[in-house]
Nanobody, 129 residues
Framework: QLQLVESGGGLVQPGGSLRLSCAAS????????IGWFRQAPGKEREGVSC????????RYADAVKGRFTISRDHAKNTVYLQMNSLKPEDTAVYYC??????????????????????WGKGTQVTVSS
């Protein structure tokens, strides 16, 4: 069964850190672009970051630049999102998704979520004191 599974979400205080994982099963992430997206209650989904699993190219949304870091581990077939200096406005359900092919600059746009090939079910991140 081909699937993506996110983990690592939770409750954290403002200024804290979390590391999200996106593990693929049933297929290898090689040759895929993997993106992280998020959706807060009452708000539209937005792109967060994306990475090319083949050449390591990366993009970040302006809202997370300098605070979030995306990375990949080929051996574990997993992509990570390290989130530092978290803010209450980072509270959302975070989803990972994968699309076969090279990274495109638009991969951090909200609409790119809908052209991905596989999607995870999401993990909740809550930033609150």
């Amino acid at each position: 069964q081909l699937q993506l599974v996110e983990s690592g979400g939770g409750l954290v205080q403002p200024g804290g850190s979390l590391r999200l994982s996106c593990a693929a099963s049933g297929f290898t992430l090689d040759y895929y672009t993997i993106g992280w997206f998020r959706q807060a209650p009452g708000k539209e989904r937005e792109g967060v970051s994306c990475i090319s699993s083949s050449d390591g190219s990366i993009r970040y949304a302006d809202a997370v630049k300098g605070r979030f870091t995306i990375s990949r581990d080929h051996a574990k077939n997993t992509v990570y999102l390290q989130m530092n200096s978290l803010k209450p406005e980072d509270t959302a359900v975070y989803y990972c998704a994968a699309r076969r092919g090279p990274l495109q600059a638009m991969c951090v746009s909200a609409s790119y979520y809908y052209v991905m090939d596989y999607w995870g079910k999401g993990t909740q991140v809550t930033v609150s004191s």
